[in-house]
């Protein structure tokens, strides 16, 4: 589908679909990206981005970040803010993989000293960060156990020594997104979930040993104050989610509800992956309650992978992690609904926000960021393609119009499908060898449909989303090892 | 012999849309479940009979009824770390909606035997549909990888 002929330019990087465009839209659709990547985006996102502008309860616009692309239901890349009391929740705005999202982790090593090991570290992380189809990992607790884990989040991570204290305040949320409600769960979903913890899952999920060179650092206060502040200094960088377990919860609450939605709700929406209920509802509060389980579990999740990367890092240099300085940079969401605070037309509000392939970028000064931040806005990481390398944002004040959002990573431009049928998964090790970057992986037509050209080009993202006001870059970071899931 | 079914390249860009088909009902859902055993699989015939599954599954209409079906197979590739190949299948109608009887068989995964392509998430309701053509049955499935 080509660009809506009725899309108003507001500026040089927003996009805007009047509520004339379609029937039964709300509010209207922004779209955020340069006019280059505005007309470069697929089919799809234009029908998704203002079939979510017409679900009920809708405040302010129905916004797609500039990595968008199709997804089912709402775009990847799609934000939606809902009035709690009058408006709805829809699973399909969170996605399957609830509170996939990124971890950012550094070392005081540089590039040099790193790159005699980076085979063995690669190597050895690939061994204890089990990846791919339906792995287990090495964490073993009850299923009993495992639904007070996911109430309690990462604060159990830790208290079991998978980590630091200060791991926590660096994590969204804290690590535990608070009114989780594991009896809301089924047993379905703790039978997929609570083998899987520690475990990076397939598609796009990876783990990447980057490097911070010099030349790449935007701003060079902001990038100290995150930690980077060494030439070509060492840094981990993970993709992940909440695994079986979350894929279930959501599997479990759309099939409710689509049967309340059309029964009991009298909802009508333009696509069943659009399937809602009130948010005061039973089903929305017992979806809202499952929900955060499942994003408690990722933060878990990915504690206690980053507790596995600090083991090996530490066997590898023969030093402890504290010593190699591998305090966590920060945790980010990009697959959640929140219950947040807002300044909204001319006053505070409390708004539930849908973030889908968004992460949520808070300005300096903005509460529920950790004292360490305050100054500098929230670090946002945006995970590129394996190849081309991946960046390091902070939140800025400008965000306001996207309830403080900003794009998640690259977006892909290519259909898993057609990248198999042009990229041969060894080929491509190779080539990405000779150029410095070691990858393992856990399947070679996997490794294929990640390919860099089937992902949109990060720099055009990113700097779209500080044109536009969402973000700003601080560092480019580039990949030398990969554990590609 | 081909599949009966093809992935489809023009919808879904980050995940594994296909189309299944058969003669009867019957044979879509076979199609369809062994699509997506070869979304996680490279070649299902890898996958031998050892362990067997039972699913009694209803559904008020015919795609969310393959919905129920499909689930099960990402269901057990998680909880019991079985791939499932269903080898048997009855479909009729009951009250106003659809009732399903399948057989199951495989075994649990092992990379060394089984070439792994990518672990899927979930069956969305993304397009999903089950219709009659002039030549049978025909299922459209996008999943989550």
Redesign the interface.
Known sequence: MPVPSDIIRISDTVWEIPVSHKAGMLVPARIFATEALLSAFDDGVFEQITNVATLTGIVGHACCMPDGHWGYGFPIGGLAAMDPVHGVISPGGIGFDINCGMRLCLTNLTYEEVRPRLRSLVDRIAGRVPAGVGVEGTVRISRDEFRHVVEQGSRWAVKSGFGWKEDLERTEEGGCLAGADASRVSEKAVDRGYRQIGTLGSGNHYLEIQVAKAENVFDQDTARDFGIVLPDQVVVMFHCGSRGFGHQVATDYLRIFVAAMHGKYRIHVPDRELACAPFRSPEGQDYFAAMKCAVNMSFVNRQVILHRIREVFSEVFGRDPKDLGMRQVYDVSHNTAKIERHDFEGKPRELLVHRKGATRAFGPGMPGLPDVYRKTGQPVILGGSMETGSYLLAGVDSAASTFFTTAHGSGRAMSRTAARKRFRGRQLQEQMEERGIYVRTASWSGLAEEAGPAYKNVDDVVEATERAGLSRRVVRLLPVGNVKG | MTAPYR??????????AFEAWGATMEEAFLAAADATLNT???DIRTVSPREHRVFSLSA?SLD?LL?ELL?EL??H???D?L?LRVRDLRIEEAGSGYRLRAEASGET?D?GKH?????V??????R?SVEKTPSGWRAVV?L??
């Open positions: 992935y489809l390249e023009e919808i879904a860009t980050a995940d594994v996680m699989v490279e008020d969310l919905f689930q990402v269901y590739k998680d909880a770390r791939l995964i990379p070439p792994l392509l990518a672990d998430k979930a069956v969305t309701l993304h999903l996008v989550d990888v």
